[in-house]
């Protein structure tokens, strides 16, 4: 049973960089039968996908054009997690983030716990 | 970017009911398409994936069909624990895309 646990703080500062972990249990950050996504919702954006980080001979990235000057998703084979990181928040990206496995380009199957962010002085 | 456009937004039936969402794609995504269950504070649940294939566990009164543009999602029977939003996503193209999403209610 894969299970993925989401860390991170829910308090960022406008300006600061928003940064979140998600450590995988049951499956590997390296398969090649696997995307590892960022989504986050808020009620302004509904549903929104960030990005995502998978290996396929090599480790490669999509963004999402809203925040690709802004972000990075990160895989750390050593502790079989993956990181969000996106910088210069403001308070339009306080939003509820969720880590998401997607298996073989389809579904998001499985999901992290959500970790709400707020972004306030 | 595919847009996502989902109806009603909002729902109200009775237990029992037959309740039936609709999706509809700005252009062609095949059968790349997926839904979703969210209660408050909880993570996202899929149910059926590829338009209409029902993921394991997933009670069988929850269908879907459809493909190109327009998909339908069908909950047979409405149960007290439907209560819930849903949403189609698309995979047939980055980025990722949900719809706006349904709230169901009884």
């Known amino acids: 049973q894969v299970q993925l646990q989401q860390s991170g703080p829910g308090l960022v500062k406008p300006s600061q960089t928003l940064s979140l972990t998600c450590a995988i249990s049951g499956d590997s950050v390296s398969s090649n039968r696997a995307t590892w996504n960022w989504i986050r919702q808020s009620p302004a954006r509904g549903l929104e996908w960030l990005g995502r980080?998978?290996?396929?001979?090599?480790?490669?990235?999509d963004y999402a054009e809203s925040v690709k000057s802004r972000i990075t998703i990160d895989p750390d084979t050593s502790k079989n997690q993956f990181s969000l990181h996106l910088t210069s928040v403001t308070p339009e990206d306080t939003a509820v983030y969720y880590c998401?496995?997607?298996?073989?380009?389809?579904?998001?199957?499985?999901w992290g716990q959500g970790t709400l962010v707020t972004v306030s002085s | 970017d595919i847009q996502m456009t989902q109806s009603p937004s909002s729902l109200s039936a009775s237990v029992g009911d037959r309740v039936t969402i609709t999706c509809l794609a700005s252009q062609d995504i095949s059968n790349h398409l997926n839904w979703y269950q969210h209660k408050p504070g909880k993570a996202p649940e899929l149910l059926i994936y590829d338009a209409s294939n029902l993921e394991t566990g997933v009670p069988s009164r929850f269908s879907g069909s459809g493909s190109g543009t327009d998909f339908t999602f069908i909950i047979s029977s409405l149960q007290p624990e439907d209560i819930a939003t849903y949403y189609c996503q698309q995979y047939d193209n980055l980025p990722l895309t949900f719809g706006g999403g349904t709230k169901v209610e009884i």
């Open positions: 998401a496995r997607v298996r073989n380009w389809g579904a998001f199957d499985y």
């Open positions: 980080t998978y290996y396929r001979s090599k480790w490669y990235n």
